[in-house]
C-alpha cells in the first residue's frame, strides 16, 4: 500500500538558518506533491505544488525539489523566521486522477529567536 | 480562494450522542471533503462529499456512522453518530476548486467523554 513518510521528530533550528524537510513515499508514483502548514488548532494551509515533471519550484523564502528516483521531496525554507514555527505536511493525491490528498504526519519546525 | 466556515469549532458531547458540523463555502466548488485529524495524528479523509448524491466513503469509514450531506456547491453536513471516546478527533471540511490545491476550514475540535 502506499506510505508516506515524515520526519516525525520536530526540527529545531536557529533564526536565519536554513529549514530541510524530508518527505518520502513508497509503492507509489504520484504526478505531483504538496506542501501544507499547519498551526495548532488551524486547518492546513496550501503552500506549494510541484509535479513529477519538475525539479524545483521556488515562491519567496520557501523551495521544494522533487526526485521521482528516490521517491523523495524536500522541503526548504531559507533565512527561517520565529513565525515559520509550525508543522508542515507533505500530500500527494490519493490516487491518480483523484483530487483528494493523502497526508504525511507532518514534521514540527521551531524556529528559535 | 475559498472561505470556508465551519461550525461548531468545538464540542463536549456524551457517549452514544450524534453531532452534526456543518461546513459553508462562500462560493461554489467542485469538490468538497471531510478529513479526520486523531490527537498527534495527520488527516484521514473520512468521504469525498457529493453534490446531489451520496457521498464516497473511504475504507473504514461508513454512511450509518458519518452520514454526509451536500444538498448544493456551497454547502455540506457531516454527522458523527453514536459516539464513543475514539471518535474524539478534529473534523475538518476541505475544498477543491479549478487547480489542484485544497482549501481548510478551520476544523471542529470533538471530545467525546
Known amino acids: 500500500s502506499q506510505k508516506i513518510e515524515q520526519n516525525s521528530e520536530a526540527l529545531n533550528i536557529q533564526e536565519g538558518k536554513t529549514a530541510t524537510l524530508t518527505c518520502n513515499y513508497t509503492?507509489?508514483?504520484?504526478?505531483?506533491l504538496q506542501w501544507y502548514r499547519q498551526d495548532p488548532g488551524r486547518g492546513p494551509v496550501f503552500l506549494l505544488l510541484i509535479r513529477e515533471n519538475e525539479k524545483e519550484k521556488r515562491k519567496e523564502r520557501l523551495k521544494v525539489t522533487f526526485d521521482t528516483t528516490l521517491k523523495q521531496s524536500l522541503f526548504h525554507i531559507t533565512a527561517s523566521q520565529p513565525a515559520d514555527s509550525a508543522t508542515y505536511l507533505c500530500?500527494?493525491?490519493?490516487?491518480?486522477?483523484?483530487?483528494?490528498?493523502?497526508f504525511g504526519s507532518g514534521t514540527r519546525l521551531q524556529v528559535q529567536p | 480562494s475559498a472561505v470556508i466556515s465551519q461550525k461548531p469549532s468545538r464540542d463536549i458531547c456524551q457517549r452514544g450522542t450524534s453531532l452534526t458540523i456543518q461546513c459553508q463555502v462562500d462560493?461554489?466548488?467542485?469538490?468538497m471533503f471531510w478529513y479526520r485529524q486523531q490527537p498527534g495524528q495527520s488527516l484521514t479523509l473520512i468521504a469525498t462529499a457529493n453534490q446531489g448524491s451520496e457521498a464516497t466513503y473511504e475504507s473504514g469509514f461508513v454512511i450509518d456512522k458519518f452520514p454526509i450531506s451536500r444538498p448544493n456547491l456551497t454547502f455540506s453536513t457531516l454527522t458523527v453518530s453514536n459516539m464513543s471516546p475514539e471518535d474524539s478527533s478534529i473534523y475538518l471540511c476541505s475544498v477543491g476548486e479549478s487547480d489542484e490545491k485544497l482549501f481548510f476550514g478551520s476544523g471542529t475540535q470533538l471530545s467525546v467523554l
Open positions: 462560493s461554489q466548488v467542485t469538490m
Open positions: 509503492n507509489y508514483s504520484p504526478a505531483y
Open positions: 500530500a500527494p493525491p490519493m490516487d491518480t486522477g483523484r483530487r483528494a490528498l493523502t
